[in-house]
């Protein structure tokens, strides 16, 4: 008798997860749950990669570790520091063998012959050269010692000094920025990254004037009755120095006495009115912090970063000298801000200010400053491009959307885009289109040529379970432009990786995170890094897509693909194998399983046990994983055995790791036999 011949379906992984629609509906490749992986930027699942504390200090990822031949006579024990006796040489040590020792914070220099010593105490002789991150009998124990270094470097990094969660982190110019409140809770404190840790920046000390004169000028000396100061940054608020009518504050240096209320002189000439003395500048606590980066003049070196964060004032920063911004508000706490053509945008309640053209510090009406009233309480900006290619600021409120025409105050004009749908704060970011939050899921608002400039649209309807749960829990929002991604992040610690491939939805995917963010910011540098920091509720920074864990702690991920039918949705089939295409840069082992006929009860599969999921429980099935074992080839085929009669399978694979790399799974080839119509 004739036997039918086994026949092959190949399906790309694609789409994301898909939680809502029917299953006959759905392609092989989706994901019906999913966990720690994100839709790769050239197709397939990629496991996401890790993230680490950061704090300017040399990373974990960067850690490296030497193997060391000995001859051990005496204990050596994992966290001791040892030494070589001629070299001089230390180290870290991270991992005992019976004729090797695992170093890190060393270099491969240890002498041949010498002494190791563990305090004082002699402990053993190098019996042969010691090998740069080298030792390891198999793959993956060299990816175990390249996590254990990266632990001894990652204990050294500290958290921002002071209370409470990160209230904000930026990257400007090359340093790192974050802002705590301090340790008694009574103000906040601005940090700086270092090779030595977090570094508080001194904010100097301001004082008010009046009708100052062309000749006050920075880097001068002010001076009355014999009192000076270094003048740091002159800030007109309104008039002009050149007109000899104005007002406005000094950002000075550390005084050499008390000023007071009068007359008083700056070399070169300079003359002006002090309104009292000088104060320390301080920043209040709590808030939660926004910021761009923009130049509003016409040189190179005037790139400055802007904060709000409602609570205090804005302010200007250039990586020196902090400016505090007087808005004339009532209560001059603005909450949001944004740099839109050639204007310094804020926002406190229901109104919105803009300052004078190239004027950050000039919120007057003669100075050009105005106010717009939006009637909802603003949640945010985001300068967009409309249809015709010119510029354009979303304004977005609880319940509504403006759209802010024009290239100046003289013909700036407010249309209204939606009376239903606006946004939730720090959510707001642009990565070809712009996207946003709202209470349904994430809109995105695209350039048309339709009357108004703009459509909107939700991307995360194929999750929606997922977001409607932690619809009024979102923390910030970030891009990752080296991987076409849009983020957003929510205080019960999870994720959403939306992922873009030329400007279309490729897939959502969710993300646990081990730590809780407060806020999240994504910055390229000008050399093209990227650089997207976190500040965690727990007080670290912590910077992503570095590393092969979440700080240390193992990346959970798995995938449960859409039951594939093979064409035939009842017809009967003999699963034989299931091959997987893989991809990646290092050394992973995976576990792989599967469901038949839906899960069926009626059928011959395991009983199943309940695990939870960030959206629906997943059914594992109980009998012995199979296991795949990956040596970091930069393409690979993996073969998982299968054995079952169904009508339909779905394919399960997962991963639980601290030490493995990211990796990519491209497709699947499912081997089957053909049987029967179901009756």
């Known amino acids: 008798m004739q036997m039918p011949a086994?026949?092959?379906?190949?399906?790309?992984?694609?789409?994301?997860?898909?939680?809502?629609?029917?299953?006959?509906?759905?392609?092989?490749?989706?994901?019906?749950?999913?966990?720690?992986?994100?839709?790769?930027?050239?197709?397939?699942y990629t496991r996401v990669a890790g993230y680490e504390r950061y704090s300017g200090q040399p990373a974990p990822s960067d850690a490296q570790f030497v193997g060391v031949p000995v001859t051990l006579s005496d204990t050596v024990e994992v966290g001791d520091e040892i030494e070589g006796d001629s070299s001089g040489l230390t180290g870290t040590v991270i991992k005992v063998s019976e004729d090797i020792i695992f170093v890190?914070?060393?270099?491969?220099?240890?002498?041949?012959?010498?002494?190791?010593?563990?305090g004082a105490s002699p402990v053993g002789e190098v019996t042969s050269a010691a090998l740069l991150n080298g030792g390891a009998m198999t793959l993956a124990e060299n990816a175990e010692l390249f996590a254990l270094a990266a632990n001894v470097y990652r204990a050294d990094i500290g958290q921002v000094p002071g209370s409470g969660p990160v209230r904000g982190a930026y990257h400007y110019m090359g340093t790192s920025y974050a802002f705590r409140d301090a340790s008694d809770g009574?103000?906040?404190?601005?940090?700086?990254?270092?090779?030595?840790?977090?570094?508080?920046?001194?904010?100097?000390y301001e004082v008010n004037f009046s009708n100052a004169n062309t000749s006050v000028g920075e880097g001068d000396t002010?001076?009355?009755?014999?009192?000076?100061?270094?003048?740091?940054?002159?800030?007109?608020?309104?008039?002009?120095?050149?007109?000899?009518?104005?007002?406005?504050?000094?950002?000075?240096?550390?005084?050499?006495?008390?000023?007071?209320?009068?007359?008083?002189?700056s070399t070169g000439g300079g003359s002006l009115t002090l309104d009292a003395d000088a104060v320390a500048i301080t920043i209040s606590p709590?808030?939660?912090?926004?910021f761009a980066t923009y130049n509003f003049t016409g040189s190179g070196q005037t790139k400055r970063m802007y904060g709000a964060n409602g609570v205090g004032r804005m302010f200007e920063f250039d990586g020196e000298i902090f400016v505090p911004i007087k808005t004339g508000l009532p209560v001059d706490t603005p909450e949001h801000l944004a740099t839109h053509a050639n204007y310094l945008w804020a926002s406190y309640k229901s109104s919105v200010l803009y300052s004078g053209v190239g004027a950050p510090y000039n919120f007057t009406a003669i100075g050009g400053a105005a106010e717009i009233a939006?009637?909802?309480?603003?949640?945010?900006?985001?300068?967009?491009?409309?249809?015709?290619?010119?510029?354009?600021l979303a304004i977005f409120a609880n319940n509504r959307t403006?759209?802010?025409?024009?290239?100046?105050?003289?013909?700036?004009?407010?249309?209204?885009?939606?009376?239903?749908?606006?946004?939730?704060?720090?959510?707001?970011?642009?990565?070809?289109?712009?996207?946003?939050?709202?209470?349904?899921?994430?809109?995105?608002?695209?350039?048309?040529?339709?009357?108004?400039?703009?459509?909107?649209?939700?991307?995360?309807?194929?999750?929606?379970p997922f977001v409607l749960a932690r619809r009024a829990q979102a923390v910030g929002a970030c891009v990752s432009r080296h991987k076409d991604q849009y983020r957003i992040f929510f205080a019960d610690g999870y994720a959403l990786h939306i992922s873009l491939n030329n400007q279309k939805v490729s897939g959502n995917m969710p993300i646990k995170l081990a730590h809780v963010m407060n806020c999240i910011e994504s910055v390229e540098t000008d050399t093209g890094d990227e650089f997207i920091l976190g500040g965690g509720t727990d007080g670290y920074v912590y910077r992503f897509e570095k590393g092969t864990s979440f700080d240390g702690q193992a990346i959970s991920a798995f995938l449960n693909l859409a039951f594939a039918y093979q064409g035939?949705?009842?017809?009967?089939?003999?699963?034989r194998k299931a091959v997987y295409e893989f991809s990646g840069l290092g050394y992973a082992e995976l576990e792989t399983s599967y469901s038949l006929a839906y899960a069926s009860d009626e059928i011959a599969n395991p009983i199943a046990e309940v695990i939870e999921s960030p959206s629906r429980p997943v059914f594992w099935d109980s009998f012995t994983w199979d296991s795949f074992f990956w040596d970091g080839r930069s393409l690979a085929q993996m073969i998982q055995k299968l054995d079952g009669s169904a009508e339909n399978i779905s394919l399960i694979l997962r991963c639980t790791s601290a030490e493995y790399p990211s990796f990519t799974i491209h497709s699947a080839i499912i081997h089957y036999t053909p049987r029967r119509a179901l009756r």
Not at 187 to 195: Q, W
Not at 222 to 242: C, F, H, N, P, Y
């Open 6 to 44: 086994t026949r092959f379906d190949y399906f790309p992984l694609t789409g994301g997860l898909n939680l809502v629609s029917p299953p006959l509906s759905l392609k092989p490749g989706t994901a019906i749950d999913a966990l720690n992986f994100e839709v790769g930027i050239d197709g397939g």
């Open 104 to 118: 890190t914070k060393a270099t491969a220099g240890f002498t041949v012959g010498e002494t190791l010593l563990v």
């Open 186 to 204: 009574l103000s906040g404190k601005m940090y700086k990254s270092s090779s030595s840790g977090w570094q508080e920046v001194s904010l100097g």
């Open 222 to 265: 002010l001076s009355q009755s014999g009192v000076t100061a270094l003048i740091k940054r002159v800030v007109v608020e309104s008039g002009t120095l050149a007109s000899g009518t104005n007002t406005g504050k000094l950002i000075l240096g550390t005084p050499s006495g008390a000023f007071s209320a009068g007359a008083a002189s």
């Open 286 to 290: 709590g808030g939660s912090y926004e």
């Open 374 to 392: 939006v009637g909802d309480f603003v949640t945010g900006f985001l300068p967009v491009v409309g249809g015709d290619g010119a510029q354009a």
């Open 402 to 464: 403006h759209i802010v025409y024009g290239s100046s105050g003289a013909n700036f004009n407010v249309a209204m885009l939606s009376g239903e749908a606006g946004g939730r704060a720090r959510t707001m970011r642009t990565i070809g289109d712009s996207f946003v939050y709202d209470s349904l899921g994430v809109r995105r608002l695209s350039t048309t040529l339709n009357f108004g400039n703009f459509t909107q649209a939700q991307v995360t309807n194929p999750i929606r």
């Open 568 to 575: 035939g949705p009842r017809i009967k089939k003999k699963f």
